[in-house]
């Protein structure tokens, strides 16, 4: 299983949306450098008010860019960034991959997926009913999050727009994915 990386984003201040960068270096143990959530523990705002010591799952946030297409069929104008992320791509079912999958990130770098971006108010405060969008349900009735995947960086390297994505999925049984 493979993709592509479309757009890479970072912002070292606290905002909802990242701008687009011509690259990113991401730092291991630590996350993208200079972003504002890069750190060994949570830089989640709501986080580190509840315990600032935990570990920081949060890391680097990947979305799939099949996310923006499916919201612009509903009337949703979203580019990358905007929603937050670190890493978008795109070929990949990210919100299937089970925990634990490394993800191969242009030549050097690898992440390791933690869980799922819980969606927060902000998505409505970006865009009008976008919430709704970005949650659904799944085939029995179950709510399923659809904006992204959370990772921590195992090995660092300098990640850009065309880069390859290699999936290599944990040994089995698999977990699914819960929110981080």
């Given at each position: 299983m493979s993709g592509t990386i479309t757009a890479v984003s970072s912002n070292g201040t606290y905002s909802f949306?990242?701008?687009?960068?011509?690259?990113?270096?991401?730092?291991?143990?630590?996350?993208?450098?200079?972003?504002?959530?890069?750190?060994?523990?949570?830089?989640?705002?709501?986080?580190?008010?509840?315990?600032?010591?935990?570990?920081?799952?949060?890391?680097?946030?990947?979305?799939?860019?099949?996310?923006?297409?499916?919201?612009?069929?509903?009337?949703f104008e979203v580019a990358a960034g905007q929603l937050g992320e670190n890493v978008t791509t795109r070929g990949i079912d990210l919100l299937n991959l089970p925990t634990g999958t490394r993800l191969h990130l242009g030549d050097e770098a690898v992440v390791e997926v933690t869980g799922l971006r819980n969606p927060c108010a902000q998505i409505d405060g970006f865009r009008k009913g976008l919430m709704k969008q970005v949650v659904g349900r799944d085939a029995g009735g179950a709510v399923r999050f659809k904006s992204g995947i959370m990772s921590v960086v195992l090995t660092g390297g300098v990640v850009r727009p065309g880069d390859p994505v290699r999936v290599e999925l944990p040994d089995g049984p698999h977990t699914p994915l819960t929110i981080v």
């Open positions: 949306s990242k701008p687009n960068r011509e690259s990113v270096t991401l730092v291991a143990g630590l996350g993208v450098e200079g972003d504002v959530h890069a750190g060994a523990t949570v830089r989640h705002r709501f986080r580190m008010a509840k315990d600032p010591a935990q570990p920081n799952l949060r890391q680097v946030h990947l979305m799939h860019e099949e996310l923006f297409d499916e919201v612009r069929a509903a009337g």
